[in-house]
């Protein structure tokens, strides 16, 4: 069968260094942005949202940036540990408050 | 709170059986959402409820229906289960407002359709 995160970019990064993933998005109308963060076998975990209005926003070892003008996503993750290996999604809100996933990325971080 | 919670947990059905994965959450959120998630793919949304007695159509719909008689339940059945509903199936709440439209996920199910 197919093995999961087949068609999935891969990020490899270094324990220890910064980790940056990036998402592009379609509807220059959607004013709400989130991240998850999809463990193997598990159901996907909120890292951090943002809203149109604002061009940065921080969390604890996270940080999220939108360009609003090229329509992209950046989740900037510091010190990347081996729990960070996942696969993340970025998600818009759209009509309805339905989130629209994007198709995700592998991050894998090498010990 | 237990969250969001799914059974079961792994399913194999033959092509044309019938399956209802169950969800339930203890949150008291007024939206929830059934997705499915294919090897290597994101979420797509099959069905969603923005409350008791209200559902909509998602990106996904055809060959699977959805119920919310309750606040805390939202079942989606398979009838004619096919091979192409082969998937892991994941079920995810809401409480929208407060500037935050976070949904909280469950488990998830992992069907196999032979």
């Known amino acids: 069968g197919e093995s999961v995160g087949l068609h999935l970019p891969t990020l490899s990064v270094q324990e220890g260094d910064n980790s940056i993933i990036n998402c592009a998005y379609s509807?220059?109308?959607?004013?709400?942005f989130i991240w998850y963060k999809q463990e193997s076998g598990k159901g996907p975990q909120f890292i951090i949202d943002?809203?149109?209005?604002?061009d940065k926003r921080q969390g604890q070892r996270v940080t999220v940036l939108l360009n609003k003008t090229v329509k992209h996503l950046s989740l900037q993750i510091a010190a990347t540990q081996p729990g960070d290996s996942a696969v993340y999604f970025c998600?818009?809100?759209?009509?309805?408050?339905?989130?629209?996933f994007g198709a995700g990325t592998i991050l894998r971080v090498k010990s | 709170n237990a969250g969001v919670t799914q059974t079961p947990k792994f399913r194999i059905l033959k092509i044309g059986q019938s399956m209802t994965l169950q969800c339930t959450q203890d949150?008291?959120?007024?939206?929830m959402y059934w997705y499915r998630q294919d090897p290597g793919m994101g979420l797509k949304l099959i069905y969603y409820s923005v409350g008791a007695g209200i559902t909509d159509k998602g990106e996904v719909p055809n060959g699977y229906n959805v119920s919310r008689s309750t606040t805390e339940d939202f079942p989606l059945r398979l009838e004619l289960a096919a091979p192409s509903q082969t998937s892991v199936y994941f079920c995810a709440s809401s409480s929208v407002g407060g500037g935050t439209y976070e949904q909280y996920f469950g488990p998830g199910t992992r069907l196999t359709v032979t």
């Open positions: 509807n220059s109308a959607s004013d709400y």
């Open positions: 998600a818009d809100l759209e009509y309805g408050n339905k989130l629209v």
């Open positions: 949150m008291n959120h007024n939206y």
């Open positions: 943002i809203r149109s209005n604002m």
